[in-house]
């Protein structure tokens, strides 16, 4: 139902910055969890960072802790990622989606999340 859009990706040179949006439509998110992942051809999604609709609560993946910043705008139905200090590793097509009923314990993981976005495509090189 929740339908998710992503933007902002774009080649940026390494140590450089980007934002990321993810912007729902189709109904205000007002519970549940929303979560970034990245993945590379051939490969499956890894999770990057999730936050919950009420309270704010956040998680990153230990790779991109400290350089990485989820964050919400609940009245704007949006969530974002503020990459900082990108490497080359971070090179990716990064999707945000949404559950409504992830639990905490299950945010790693993509099977968790039943709405995705098409995806916003990160190209970290010099």
């Known amino acids: 139902q929740v339908h998710l859009a992503e933007s902002g990706g774009g080649l940026v040179q390494p140590g450089g910055s980007q934002r990321l949006s993810c912007a729902a439509s189709?109904?205000?998110?007002?519970?549940?969890?929303v979560g970034w992942f990245r993945q590379l051809p051939g490969q499956e999604r890894t999770f990057v960072a999730a936050?919950?609709?009420?309270?704010?609560?956040?998680y990153y993946a230990d790779s991109v802790k400290g350089r990485l910043t989820i964050s919400r705008d609940n009245a704007k139905n949006t969530v974002f990622l503020q990459m900082n200090s990108l490497k080359p590793e971070d090179t990716a097509l990064y999707s945000c989606?949404?559950?409504?009923?992830?639990?905490?314990?299950?945010?790693?993981?993509?099977?968790?999340?039943?709405?995705w976005g098409q995806g916003t495509l990160v190209t970290v090189f010099s």
């Open positions: 989606a949404y559950g409504a009923g992830v639990i905490l314990s299950s945010i790693r993981y993509p099977t968790a999340y039943g709405n």
């Open positions: 189709g109904g205000t998110i007002r519970t549940g969890v």
């Open positions: 936050i919950f609709r009420n309270g704010g609560h956040t």
